[in-house]
């Protein structure tokens, strides 16, 4: 049985309203957007620069996730994901990934962010009757055993989702902040909750590009 990290109220109640008014901002920028167009037009992101194909990621174990580092492809897992020790956090099985009393953020650890933002096709982390919480993954390291200090980033306020190409490194996630496409990542803590520092192994993704989100913005990732 998993152990809930987070059943606050009032942590839910923040964290919905979050990506509550980012989405209402998108979809307002969606109605009358030209500013937004414009400003998105002028990013290219690491995977357009790299040349990788456009071909949706296949589907992987519920225990795993994709993530991206430098516009490549990665996967990470989470120790004791179906175990009886393993932890929830909001929504999310962390199994036994949760680092308890680690420092947060802290400048020896990596930074994994979750964009709630549509991602590459088969990259999203969708949870069944939960569409508002849809996410990726952008790294700042690459294969091996991380630690990770986890960050939330949604849209900012030129974010327009019929126009948006996924960031896929942490200098494009970067660019897409100071254009005011996506908004200034943010901690667990700042989102209503607890610190979250994770270790997880990662592993790189060989011989397969990156789809950049059409109208199936990755759903085939489930759990």
């Given at each position: 049985?998993?152990?809930?990290?987070?059943?606050?109220d009032?942590?839910?109640?923040?964290?919905?309203?979050?990506?509550?008014?980012?989405?209402?901002?998108?979809?307002?920028d969606?109605?009358?957007?030209?500013?937004?167009?414009d400003?998105?037009?002028?990013?290219?992101?690491?995977?357009?620069?790299?040349?990788?194909?456009?071909?949706p990621?296949?589907?992987i174990?519920?225990?795993?996730?994709?993530?991206?580092?430098?516009?490549?492809?990665y996967?990470?897992?989470?120790?004791g994901f179906?175990?009886?020790?393993?932890?929830?956090f909001?929504?999310?099985n962390?199994?036994t990934?949760?680092?308890?009393?680690?420092?947060?953020?802290?400048?020896?650890?990596?930074?994994?962010?979750?964009?709630?933002?549509p991602?590459?096709?088969?990259?999203?982390?969708h949870?069944?009757?939960q569409?508002?919480?849809?996410?990726?993954?952008?790294?700042?390291?690459?294969?091996?055993?991380?630690?990770?200090?986890?960050?939330?980033?949604?849209?900012?306020?030129?974010?327009?989702?019929?126009?948006f190409?996924?960031?896929?490194?942490?200098?494009?996630?970067?660019?897409?902040?100071?254009?005011?496409?996506?908004?200034?990542?943010?901690?667990?803590s700042?989102?209503?909750?607890?610190?979250?520092?994770?270790?997880?192994?990662?592993?790189?993704?060989?011989?397969?590009?990156?789809?950049?989100?059409?109208?199936d913005?990755g759903?085939?990732?489930?759990?």
């Amino acid at each position: 049985m998993l152990s809930s990290l987070v059943t606050s109220d009032r942590a839910k109640a923040l964290f919905t309203a979050i990506v509550g008014a980012t989405l209402f901002a998108g979809c307002v920028d969606a109605v009358d957007g030209s500013q937004a167009s414009d400003t998105e037009s002028t990013l290219l992101s690491t995977a357009d620069r790299s040349g990788h194909p456009s071909q949706p990621l296949p589907e992987i174990g519920e225990d795993e996730e994709y993530s991206f580092f430098n516009g490549d492809t990665y996967t990470f897992s989470f120790p004791g994901f179906f175990s009886p020790q393993a932890e929830t956090f909001f929504i999310w099985n962390f199994g036994t990934s949760i680092q308890h009393g680690a420092p947060y953020p802290a400048s020896n650890h990596g930074r994994l962010y979750g964009v709630f933002a549509p991602g590459p096709a088969g990259a999203t982390h969708h949870v069944a009757g939960q569409d508002g919480f849809d996410h990726y993954h952008v790294m700042s390291q690459n294969a091996g055993t991380r630690t990770f200090d986890v960050f939330l980033v949604f849209p900012g306020p030129n974010f327009n989702a019929q126009t948006f190409r996924p960031t896929l490194a942490e200098c494009d996630l970067d660019a897409a902040v100071a254009a005011g496409v996506l908004a200034a990542p943010i901690t667990t803590s700042d989102a209503g909750f607890g610190p979250l520092v994770i270790r997880v192994p990662v592993s790189k993704v060989k011989d397969h590009g990156h789809g950049h989100g059409d109208d199936d913005h990755g759903h085939g990732h489930n759990r």
